[in-house]
């Protein structure tokens, strides 16, 4: 028997009695391997055992079922990971980092960032290029990935034991949401695939992390990484890197086959037209190439045996975080370091050019077992279908749809995606008159389904797209 097998075989007499302690193990262990190798070898074998890591060295059984975590929005990036990331800043550049020419280099960067973003262009990511995207998407990335987290962890969906690959991790924003997002009991296998200077900034951030959260990082890109035949990952995650790919559909399918029966693959991307409406010709194109691959969420189809073919640009919106020191010192010596930024011909802001606190991105969750976070069918007797709305012009109608937008109207009447999954164009439903009766429209979140009763349909030239007038006539009420 090796020294594993004796080990292990310790372990999971212990873990029914006690705290399995190293200390304690190695004297069980013909040889007597130093603790520090029985910490390494629990540590391996975590999963197969069942077992975390506490804070004091020890390992305990974890909790079977799914976690319950409280989730109440995410307020400002963690001020213990905004110190540790500043440390890269400083050991680059020195404490005057935001000033002078090491500031101004660094907001060009993302302001080429921006417009290499804007013009669809590829972006080279060395270390000082990897820095100042830390700067600017660390804290927005790290607060988006529990917004979507917490409508898993809420459908039960996501385990006390969790393997989690991300392709693209970038500098560790979502890493480290996923991180903060889940009890401290929960054990997570995490697998990254990063090939650029992003690497190393990620590797950095996540030595914060507790022991139960075990990383590892790939140093290559998504089409080459291969993982293991046997792996089974309970969240694979592509947050804000499909539009990025060559072959988004392709990488995508691929990594499919690589998803636990009972898992979830996680895409997110920017709120943006371009991004978000890339998000959903992908999610069609991989729906209709993978029989077995089910949307989740957000865009359920209601309607069997129906695909949306509209514009789909649907996106969530959540408050406001607070800026991190380091983006607000980077901002003010815009306008501080005064005569270099205007050298360089950049922006002298100040004004929050290069502070990114909004929360705002499109998701799809996808999953290969048939589950729909809204298992819901309308019934044809009832509702009206999107697919037939050119036919109920000027009429109104009941209908089932869901809320698939913030309000998007930046002055009068409140404006409102909605989808069934049937449309090809886009339908709004229009607020003109807010009542009792249809305040659960302005007031459900996004995802909800909703009934829509006595509803008008018109036609908009202007958008080429119908509008759903709620007015004092209309009953909107909330299914889900």
Not at 169 to 177: F, H, N, R, S
Not at 377 to 388: F, G, L, N, R
């Amino acid at each position: 028997m090796t020294d594993t097998d004796a080990i292990i075989d310790n372990a999971r007499y212990l873990r029914e009695v006690r705290p399995i302690d190293p200390e304690e193990i190695y004297e069980y262990v013909e040889g007597q391997p130093h603790p520090a190798v029985v910490r390494e070898t629990l540590r391996e074998h975590a999963f197969e055992l069942g077992i975390r890591e506490r804070e004091d060295g020890t390992f305990v059984p974890i909790e079977e079922g799914p976690i319950d975590p409280e989730f109440h929005g995410v307020e400002r990036f963690p001020e213990n990971y905004a110190r540790r990331f500043e440390d890269l800043l400083v050991e680059e550049y020195g404490p005057g980092w935001p000033d002078g020419d090491t500031g101004d280099g660094l907001r060009e960067r993302i302001d080429d960032l921006k417009e290499a973003y804007f013009a669809d262009s590829a972006v080279d990511y060395d270390r000082e290029t990897a820095l100042a995207y830390g700067i600017y998407h660390l804290p927005d990335y790290y607060a988006v990935i529990q917004y979507v987290l917490a409508e898993l962890a809420r459908d039960g969906l996501l385990d006390h034991d969790l393997r989690v690959l991300e392709v693209g991790a970038g500098t560790g924003g979502p890493a480290l949401g996923l991180h903060d997002f889940l009890p401290e009991g929960v054990l997570v296998d995490y697998d990254a695939v990063e090939p650029s200077a992003a690497a190393d900034v990620l590797e950095h951030m996540l030595e914060e992390t507790h022991p139960s959260f075990r990383p590892t990082i790939h140093r290559t890109t998504a089409e080459a990484f291969e993982p293991e035949a046997d792996a089974e990952y309970d969240l694979i995650v592509f947050a804000n890197v499909l539009s990025e790919l060559e072959a988004p559909v392709a990488v995508a399918e691929r990594y499919l086959d690589s998803l636990a029966d009972d898992g979830t693959l996680v895409a997110i991307s920017p709120a943006e037209e371009r991004t978000a409406t890339r998000l959903r010709e992908i999610e069609r194109d991989l729906v209709a190439r993978r029989p077995d691959a089910t949307v989740y969420a957000p865009t359920v189809r209601l309607w069997p045996d129906e695909e949306p073919d509209d514009r789909g640009w649907t996106f969530r919106r959540e408050p406001d975080i607070e800026p991190p020191a380091f983006q607000s010192r980077l901002d003010r010596a815009a306008v501080d370091g005064g005569a270099d930024g205007d050298r360089r011909g950049l922006v002298a802001s100040g004004d929050g050019t290069y502070l990114n606190t909004d929360v705002q991105f499109a998701y799809l969750l996808l999953r290969t077992d048939g589950k729909r976070a809204i298992e819901y069918t309308p019934d044809p007797e009832q509702v009206a279908k999107m697919a037939d709305m050119e036919a109920h012009v000027t009429e109104r109608i009941d209908l089932d749809a869901l809320k698939l937008s913030p309000n998007l109207a930046e002055e009068g009447n409140p404006l409102f995606k909605i989808s069934d999954g049937s449309e090809t164009v886009d339908h709004y439903a229009v607020l003109t008159r807010e009542s009792a009766l249809n305040e659960s429209l302005a007031r459900a979140p996004y995802g909800s389904l909703l009934r829509f009763e006595n509803v008008l349909v018109l036609w908009n030239d202007d958008e080429e797209a119908y509008n759903l007038v709620v007015d004092a006539e209309t009953v909107v009420d909330r299914l889900t």
